[in-house]
């Protein structure tokens, strides 16, 4: 959400110190709304024209969730699969964003599926926050019959995995791409961003935990991860521009949790690099 235009975190700015109460409102808002901050570069359309096509190649499926309906990817190996992994992706992306996983999932024998995030891509729904994306993520696995055996999160998608995984949604194997370690990192990079004074501040963090029914502290992998049986792969670069890498050095911290340092791929581009790929594909087929 710090990618917000720049005339929006100045009017907020202002905005706060006179109505610290309805400001507070209106970030609330502006958080839980993707298409704010979704920007694309040259990168990522060249990488998303690609996924499309890969997206052609699987099954589109849909099913009603208690955040509206929600559609995904279902990619099939011939002659049945020998374990099922989910994908998902991160902040103001979509299926798509994680499509350069689909063939060589398929080619390992195992099913994949990939959905779109409520209030992304097709999926219905304007706002959404990680609690709300794995509530609506586990309905949906419920209606399909998904129960997955390993999940690859990307940034957003790898707090969605930690939601699941208190929601009993627990992998054998999980790879965190990008992802934050903390909700409390998110949230304080996103009252600096706008530049809210302590009063707007404190209302905004009330409505956050009450709107996702988390407090804010408790969305924390120290706090998710140590007592699952989960082994997990952490896949940062050093240079994210979007989430810091001293989240990856938190992440490392788990009880069986392992850090693959991915450097100059950046936020989005490891997504889709061979080597993080093969990295991924490595951890769940070994």
């Known amino acids: ?21 309805p400001t507070a409102r209106l970030a609330h ?10 920007r694309f570069d040259t990168g990522d359309r060249d990488m998303l024209k690609v996924a499309e096509g890969i997206m052609a190649t699987g099954e589109e499926v849909w099913a009603e969730t208690p955040s509206g ?35 060589p999932l398929r080619a390992a024998g195992m099913e994949a599926l990939i959905p779109d995030l409520p209030a992304h891509g097709a999926s219905d729904g304007e706002e959404t926050d990680a609690p709300a994306s794995g509530r609506a993520t586990k309905a949906f696995l419920e ?33 965190a791409i990008a992802s934050p370690c903390r909700l409390r990192r998110i ?16 209302r905004f963090e009330k409505l956050v935990a009450e709107t996702s029914g ?8 120290h706090r998710i991860w140590p007592d699952k049986p989960t082994e ?19 992440l490392e911290k788990l009880p069986n949790a392992k850090l693959t340092p991915m450097p100059g791929l950046g936020h989005r581009r490891i997504i889709y690099d061979d080597a993080s790929v093969g990295a991924a594909m490595a951890f769940i087929t070994a």
């Open 1 to 21: 959400m710090s990618g917000a235009p720049g005339w929006m975190k100045a009017g907020v700015a202002v905005m706060a110190r006179v109505a610290p109460g």
């Open 29 to 38: 808002r502006l958080f839980r709304r993707p298409a704010i901050a979704r």
């Open 69 to 103: 309906r929600m559609r995904a990817f279902r990619f099939r190996p011939e002659g049945g699969a020998v374990a099922r992994v989910l994908l998902l992706h991160g902040w103001t992306a979509d299926a798509r964003a994680m499509g350069a996983f689909a063939e």
């Open 143 to 175: 209606a399909l019959d998904f129960a997955p055996d390993y999940v690859i999160g990307h940034s957003f998608g790898g707090g969605v995995a930690g939601v699941l995984a208190t929601l009993n949604i627990v992998p054998k194997r999980a790879v």
């Open 187 to 202: 949230t304080d990079d996103f009252i600096a961003a706008f530049g809210l004074p302590k009063g707007a501040a404190m």
């Open 214 to 221: 988390w407090p804010i502290d408790d969305l924390d992998g």
């Open 232 to 250: 997990m792969l952490v896949l940062h670069a050093p240079d994210d521009a979007e989430v810091d890498y001293a989240e990856a050095l938190e």
